[in-house]
């Protein structure tokens, strides 16, 4: 029970007990004043016992009331020190945060508040106190303009409020039990500080990062605010434009900046949302502009190089004007037709045989064409050629002008780099001729057929007689076997001696042009220049001769073995042009090629030494005439074709100029060198590579030589690129040390001479030994070894630099030069990392050659 209900209790108890204490005395005055009469008196004492018994019990009751009263007073007032200390520590914690804190009741009025709470708002002139309502006074605030502006909370952030002194509150509150409040207001001024700094870096970190994203890229940016004025650039469109940063700060309207620069930038003011533009500046830079217009108003320009892509497409448009003009002179139909089965391409032979407008030869539906043939029927030829399978068929169709005829088709896949299919090229070639001639064949065989039966019978006859002249060819054909045993041995002999000999005629050789190039650089009088000149050439001619000797011992000796791989055959007709286009005005001939883009699978070391002989040959046989170099498909195959309209051949020495030896008299230029070899080298290379050749010529008029080459896939992976310009980014040898090895003392010599004219320290030596005798070969400073393979007592060239590279830290940049072609000491080089040269070698060749060692 409570304090309160234990004081009422005692209150009634007393009540009651008064009221006893007066009913006792009433009863005990009656019995005194009316006497004891019968069982009356007993009866009144008897229920004054009870009564008495009653005051007893209640007043034991009220005792133990008062009791029980007492022990709630004095653990009422314990719990009232005890709340006392607990409101004291209460106070004394709020006042101990740093945060603002007040206790509201459920109307909203102050029931507590800390010194914090007090003076934030004492600082601005408002003063807090109990039993304020806080809904007012935060409308008071407002409207004083203490608290300038206010951010509600939602569930996840508490309300934000700013004062008029720039400070900061955070707002914490939570419900009472009696449904008032608990809130706390953090002073986050430092933290809004801190946070508006770290803002306003990071916008300053992002700017800077803008701008130099701006200033590195390969375009020209300019943006343009609403007025017509520059706002930011980066340093691309500065160099393009030629303005300095100081006229765009100073001077910034684009109509004040127009007449500063060639660039046009009258392109913002389209109203196009992207406008495109494309101008070409005096200095010959094509620039494309674009425009971009924002949501704001503002504009941004971009101004691009594209000079390269434009001289691309520029050569792109030349090259489709020369195809259309070759496709055009072609007598076979040619198109090209996409993956979507519609034209993208086609001749003139196509346009004029199926009746195609010039306009309309681009987009028109393969399925709708206007052909005199079912769709239906070309359909399985389309889908396989769509599936990367190149097909041919013949068909029998009509032109526009409704004329019968047979053609062959052929239809070969264009593949990207992936594989992909593309379309696919479309050959059509007239064939009517070929057919009707086939059905006469037949109705031929079919007449021929009782002709054989006649000739049967007349043909056993003759059989007796020719068993008879079998068995004397075959005793001929004993004596031609070993005669052919015979003329292969000596055929052996020859290529053997020949090699050997060369190989010796070699070594001289190299030690002479080397000494003439040495001689030709230190001659002063121009008459002794020209007598050196004329030796150099002989020496040249020389070398032609051997090497041509060479080769055939070489192809005679079966040790030539095509190296197939898949190259870009344009690539090599370009070498090989821009080689023949010194050669012409020697010759006076007119060189002229038309390029083409064709992967094929041939060994091209080879293969450019027979067209190197077919162009020879054309520059030689043709006075004051044309050479072209052109090229032909036909099916998986390309036929490369050397045209000149020089003397021509007879048709009774076609077959002879294949021949070993064999030179032919209707040029007298042809006779100015050479062995008549050429040819025959051609006829030999072609067997190795097995690439078939052809002739065709008019006596009179020209000649044609051909070679035929399998179209090849393109290689996966990158091409490798060549060091060369590299190495030649510096030509100075000046200083450099060069360690030779050589037995040959007439070309140690010539090679000292010449490599002392470039300015080179030269150590020359027979062998190893000699060579250590003179220098230290483990720690001398030197650049290059050079060293030659065949050397005395059974010494060579490889074991030379193996032992000298041993001893060094570091191995040496080493150049062989020998006189031995075999393959097997190119593999032992190459596994080594040696570089390779075979001799004779010309200057500029040796030169070039250190200088790609050295680089």
Same mark, same amino acid.
């Given at each position: 029970?409570?304090?309160?209900?234990?004081?009422?209790?005692?209150?009634?108890?007393?009540?009651?007990?008064?009221?006893?204490?007066?009913?006792?005395?009433?009863?005990?005055?009656?019995?005194?004043?009316?006497?004891?009469?019968?069982?009356?008196?007993?009866?009144?004492?008897?229920?004054?016992?009870?009564?008495?018994?009653? $005051?007893?019990?209640? %007043?034991? /009751?009220?005792?133990?009331?008062? @009791? =029980?009263?007492? !022990?709630?007073?004095? *653990?009422?007032? #314990?719990?009232?020190?005890?709340?006392?200390?607990?409101?004291?520590?209460?106070?004394?914690?709020?006042?101990?945060?740093?945060?603002?804190?007040?206790?509201?009741?459920?109307?909203?009025?102050?029931?507590?508040?800390?010194?914090?709470?007090?003076?934030?708002?004492?600082?601005?002139?408002?003063?807090?106190?109990?039993?304020?309502?806080?809904?007012?006074?935060?409308?008071?605030?407002?409207?004083?303009?203490?608290?300038?502006?206010?951010?509600?909370?939602?569930?996840?952030?508490?309300?934000?409020?700013?004062?008029?002194?720039?400070?900061?509150?955070?707002?914490?509150?939570?419900?009472?039990?009696?449904?008032?409040? $608990?809130?706390?207001? %953090?002073? /986050?001024?430092?933290?809004?500080? @801190? =946070?508006?700094? !770290?803002?306003?870096? *990071?916008?300053? #970190?992002?700017?800077?990062?803008?701008?130099?994203?701006?200033?590195?890229?390969?375009?020209?940016?300019?943006?343009?605010?609403?007025?017509?004025?520059?706002?930011?650039?980066?340093?691309?469109?500065?160099?393009?434009?030629?303005?300095?940063?100081?006229?765009?700060?100073?001077?910034?309207?684009?109509?004040?900046?127009?007449?500063?620069?060639?660039?046009?930038?009258?392109?913002?003011?389209?109203?196009?949302?992207?406008?495109?533009?494309?101008?070409?500046?005096?200095?010959?830079?094509?620039?494309?502009?674009?425009?971009?217009?924002?949501?704001?108003?503002?504009?941004?320009?971009?101004?691009?190089?594209?000079?390269?892509?434009?001289?691309?497409?520029?050569?792109?448009?030349?090259?489709?004007?020369?195809?259309?003009?070759?496709?055009?002179?072609?007598?076979?139909?040619?198109?090209?037709?996409?993956?979507?089965?519609?034209?993208?391409?086609?001749?003139?032979?196509?346009?004029?045989?199926?009746?195609?407008?010039?306009?309309?030869?681009?987009?028109?539906?393969?399925?709708?064409?206007?052909?005199?043939?079912?769709?239906?029927?070309?359909?399985?030829?389309?889908?396989?050629?769509?599936?990367?399978?190149?097909?041919?068929?013949?068909?029998?169709?009509?032109?526009?002008?409704?004329?019968?005829?047979?053609?062959?088709?052929?239809?070969?896949?264009?593949?990207?780099?992936?594989?992909?299919?593309?379309?696919?090229?479309?050959?059509?070639?007239?064939?009517?001729?070929?057919?009707?001639?086939?059905?006469?064949?037949?109705?031929?065989?079919?007449?021929?057929?009782?002709?054989?039966?006649?000739?049967?019978?007349?043909?056993?006859?003759?059989?007796?007689?020719?068993?008879?002249?079998?068995?004397?060819?075959?005793?001929?054909?004993?004596?031609?076997?070993?005669?052919?045993?015979?003329?292969?041995?000596?055929?052996?002999?020859?290529?053997?001696?020949?090699?050997?000999?060369?190989?010796?005629?070699?070594?001289?050789?190299?030690?002479?042009?080397?000494?003439?190039?040495?001689?030709?650089?230190?001659?002063?009088?121009?008459?002794?220049?020209?007598?050196?000149?004329?030796?150099?050439?002989?020496?040249?001619?020389?070398?032609?001769?051997?090497?041509?000797?060479?080769?055939?011992?070489?192809?005679?000796?079966?040790?030539?073995?095509?190296?197939?791989?898949?190259?870009?055959?344009?690539?090599?007709?370009?070498?090989?042009?821009?080689?023949?286009?010194?050669?012409?005005?020697?010759?006076?001939?007119?060189?002229?090629?038309?390029?083409?883009?064709?992967?094929?699978?041939?060994?091209?070391?080879?293969?450019?030494?027979?067209?190197?002989?077919?162009?020879?040959?054309?520059?030689?046989?043709?006075?004051?005439?044309?050479?072209?170099?052109?090229?032909?498909?036909?099916?998986?195959?390309?036929?490369?074709?050397?045209?000149?309209?020089?003397?021509?051949?007879?048709?009774?020495?076609?077959?002879?100029?294949?021949?070993?030896?064999?030179?032919?008299?209707?040029?007298?230029?042809?006779?100015?060198?050479?062995?008549?070899?050429?040819?025959?080298?051609?006829?030999?290379?072609?067997?190795?590579?097995?690439?078939?050749?052809?002739?065709?010529?008019?006596?009179?008029?020209?000649?044609?030589?051909?070679?035929?080459?399998?179209?090849?896939?393109?290689?996966?992976?990158?091409?490798?690129?060549?060091?060369?310009?590299?190495?030649?980014?510096?030509?100075?040898?000046?200083?450099?040390?060069?360690?030779?090895?050589?037995?040959?003392?007439?070309?140690?010599?010539?090679?000292?001479?010449?490599?002392?004219?470039?300015?080179?320290?030269?150590?020359?030596?027979?062998?190893?030994?000699?060579?250590?005798?003179?220098?230290?070969?483990?720690?001398?400073?030197?650049?290059?070894?050079?060293?030659?393979?065949?050397?005395?007592?059974?010494?060579?060239?490889?074991?030379?630099?193996?032992?000298?590279?041993?001893?060094?830290?570091?191995?040496?940049?080493?150049?062989?030069?020998?006189?031995?072609?075999?393959?097997?000491?190119?593999?032992?080089?190459?596994?080594?990392?040696?570089?390779?040269?075979?001799?004779?070698?010309?200057?500029?060749?040796?030169?070039?050659?250190?200088?790609?060692?050295?680089?």
């Amino acid at each position: 029970m409570t304090n309160k209900e234990l004081q009422q209790e005692l209150a009634q108890l007393r009540q009651q007990n008064e009221k006893l204490k007066k009913i006792n005395r009433v009863l005990m005055q009656r019995i005194e004043e009316s006497g004891s009469l019968g069982n009356q008196p007993y009866a009144t004492f008897e229920h004054s016992v009870q009564l008495a018994q009653q $005051v007893q019990d209640k %007043t034991r /009751i009220l005792n133990e009331t008062l @009791a =029980e009263l007492e !022990r709630s007073n004095r *653990a009422l007032k #314990q719990a009232n020190e005890q709340a006392n200390i607990f409101k004291q520590r209460f106070i004394d914690a709020i006042e101990s945060i740093s945060d603002a804190f007040v206790l509201l009741d459920s109307d909203g009025r102050i029931i507590l508040q800390n010194s914090h709470f007090l003076n934030y708002w004492k600082k601005v002139g408002l003063k807090t106190e109990q039993g304020t309502n806080l809904n007012d006074f935060k409308a008071l605030a407002k409207t004083r303009g203490i608290i300038s502006q206010a951010y509600p909370g939602n569930a996840n952030q508490n309300p934000v409020y700013k004062l008029s002194d720039n400070r900061w509150f955070q707002l914490s509150e939570r419900r009472t039990r009696e449904g008032g409040w $608990v809130m706390l207001y %953090t002073d /986050i001024t430092a933290l809004k500080m @801190a =946070e508006s700094a !770290r803002y306003e870096q *990071a916008m300053a #970190q992002k700017s800077k990062l803008l701008q130099n994203l701006v200033d590195n890229l390969s375009q020209g940016v300019i943006m343009i605010s609403s007025h017509n004025q520059v706002e930011v650039w980066n340093q691309r469109f500065i160099e393009m434009s030629k303005l300095s940063p100081q006229m765009l700060r100073s001077n910034p309207f684009l109509q004040n900046l127009t007449a500063s620069t060639e660039l046009d930038l009258s392109l913002t003011d389209s109203t196009r949302n992207d406008a495109h533009k494309v101008q070409k500046l005096t200095n010959g830079t094509v620039v494309e502009m674009r425009s971009h217009r924002l949501s704001n108003g503002k504009t941004i320009n971009t101004y691009t190089d594209i000079t390269a892509a434009h001289q691309y497409a520029e050569s792109l448009r030349e090259s489709e004007s020369r195809l259309r003009l070759i496709t055009d002179n072609v007598p076979a139909m040619i198109a090209y037709v996409g993956a979507d089965l519609t034209f993208q391409f086609t001749n003139k032979v196509y346009q004029d045989w199926y009746g195609r407008e010039s306009g309309e030869r681009y987009g028109v539906d393969l399925v709708n064409q206007r052909v005199n043939s079912q769709f239906e029927q070309l359909q399985p030829y389309v889908t396989r050629a769509l599936q990367g399978e190149s097909v041919s068929f013949e068909v029998e169709e009509s032109n526009h002008l409704g004329q019968p005829a047979y053609l062959h088709k052929s239809y070969v896949p264009n593949r990207d780099a992936n594989g992909s299919v593309l379309g696919f090229f479309v050959l059509v070639r007239d064939i009517t001729t070929r057919i009707k001639s086939a059905i006469a064949l037949q109705k031929a065989h079919d007449s021929l057929e009782v002709r054989v039966n006649e000739r049967t019978a007349q043909l056993q006859k003759l059989n007796h007689v020719l068993q008879n002249e079998v068995e004397e060819r075959r005793r001929v054909q004993l004596n031609l076997t070993a005669a052919k045993r015979e003329a292969e041995q000596a055929n052996a002999s020859k290529s053997k001696f020949l090699a050997a000999v060369s190989h010796d005629l070699l070594q001289p050789l190299n030690a002479a042009q080397l000494f003439t190039s040495t001689l030709s650089s230190q001659i002063p009088q121009q008459a002794d220049e020209k007598l050196v000149g004329s030796i150099s050439n002989s020496l040249d001619d020389l070398e032609n001769l051997i090497s041509t000797l060479v080769d055939i011992s070489k192809l005679d000796a079966g040790v030539v073995k095509a190296d197939k791989h898949h190259f870009n055959l344009g690539e090599l007709l370009i070498n090989l042009v821009n080689e023949y286009q010194h050669q012409s005005a020697q010759f006076n001939v007119a060189l002229k090629h038309v390029p083409v883009n064709a992967i094929v699978h041939s060994d091209s070391v080879l293969l450019a030494r027979i067209l190197r002989n077919f162009l020879s040959n054309a520059f030689r046989y043709t006075d004051n005439g044309k050479v072209l170099l052109g090229c032909r498909r036909k099916a998986d195959h390309i036929t490369i074709q050397v045209w000149d309209n020089g003397s021509g051949i007879a048709q009774d020495q076609l077959s002879e100029i294949f021949k070993e030896f064999k030179r032919l008299s209707t040029s007298q230029k042809a006779f100015r060198n050479g062995l008549g070899l050429g040819l025959a080298i051609v006829d030999k290379l072609s067997t190795v590579l097995q690439h078939p050749i052809e002739v065709d010529s008019v006596e009179g008029k020209g000649s044609v030589f051909s070679v035929t080459v399998p179209i090849g896939a393109p290689e996966s992976g990158k091409k490798e690129h060549t060091h060369i310009n590299h190495a030649l980014a510096s030509t100075d040898l000046t200083g450099r040390k060069i360690w030779l090895v050589d037995n040959d003392a007439s070309i140690c010599e010539a090679m000292k001479q010449l490599l002392g004219k470039w300015q080179c320290e030269v150590t020359t030596a027979a062998s190893f030994e000699q060579l250590r005798s003179q220098v230290n070969l483990g720690s001398d400073i030197v650049d290059l070894l050079i060293v030659d393979y065949h050397l005395d007592n059974d010494e060579n060239g490889l074991d030379v630099a193996v032992e000298v590279n041993q001893l060094r830290e570091k191995p040496l940049p080493t150049l062989m030069i020998t006189a031995n072609y075999s393959d097997e000491l190119k593999a032992q080089v190459k596994t080594h990392g040696i570089l390779l040269l075979n001799k004779p070698v010309k200057p500029m060749k040796l030169k070039t050659s250190i200088f790609f060692l050295l680089k």
